[in-house]
């Protein structure tokens, strides 16, 4: 693991870079503002360890499953499939979505080999993840992203 | 005198008993972990049995009724500490001896590995120690010889390196262990919050040996190289948070109570609520 992601990362932009030619996000920014939808359908995920998609708002909150959290979290064994997120907050600029996994117990991101790879369509968004254990994989959580703009 | 005045004297009573026990707290804190033989003991049929060590114990083994109780016999402190090892007391007539009578004969109470250990902390009858011996623990450290006799040959004919390791605060160790580090140095296996020399760790130490043990304990892991380098040198592991571009280091929970590493919970910083699981 001397030249992991995590490395790659270091070495220029932390919140993208290049690995073995494709472009890997470490987070993923996006444009938003209040009211707007955020939606989150799971593809597919590992099941050796229970992965999760952390989303925070720059300024604002996130409703969520009936609360309104600054930062949310969907795992993936404790969300449903499909999740709906909503946007609170008028200063609400942009979210930023990166990955995350367990281990022993412990929730962590952007060690090792964790990256996202992001494919984007308008206001389609799929992530190949990779969570930070062995070498980068990008099949430990997929998921489609959908904003749906307010207005 | 009149109820007003008892309470007064009653008071006063009480301040001055409370005055004289904080002052004997301040002031005898280094007596703290004195050995202490009560007086009560000065005749020779009275004294406490004796451990391996020369320590007066009240955890001595069951004697077999028809030898003599080794245990209650003084040792002899100056003659273990001189026999270097297991091949040099083999030659003397009194290790022969004793080889072949193990817990009937008096003077062998401090056996020869004994000495290499004369230094780690016992579980004395008076001793403050609050940590509790392995329970795999050597013979010699229940306090009479009987357990070390019946031992002897087979610990004589497997050397030192297979020497029964003496301290109730520090349990057994590796060969290889001993031999980096001394008999009172902490090192991985050990619980958290195991004293050395009388001291209770502070919690920096006890998150350096966390990060120690958690270091040599982790196998599929996802920190890298630096970050185990940094863990078994007693350092928390750190990441890069590319949302604020800042460097952030691993934090412990539940640490100040915890005696083992598993009572330890590792968190990074930053709360992110599960909407589906918010208590």
Redesign the interface.
Known sequence: MSNSLAQAFLSGNSRRTKWQGEVVHSVLGMAVKQGDIIEFTRVSASPTRAQALKIAVDKGDLRVNGIVVPVAAIWTHTSPERSILEVVGRKARSVDIWNSWSLDGVDSSWLASAGMMVKEQGDSYRLHCSDGIGEPTFDDLVVDIVVKRNG | MGTTETIIVFAALMALIALVTVGIDWIGKPLKHRRFIPRIYRFEDEKLPLDAYGHATLDAAPSNGAAFPAHYVQPAPVVVATIPGPQAAAGTPAAGTVAGQPASLAGFAPAAPVAQHAAAPTRSAFSDSLAEPPSGSSPSTHGTNSGLGGDLDQWLASGPSTVPTAAATVPAMTSHALADQGPNEWHVGLALDTTIDDRKPSLATKAERFWKSTAESIS??????E?LERMRAGKAPR?????I?RVETMQLTGLRQASQPNQV????P?????????S
């Open positions: 599929n892991s996802h920190f890298d190289h970050n990441r890069t948070n590319p949302r571009g919970h590792m968190r990074w930053g709360d992110v609520v599960d909407p589906w699981n918010a």
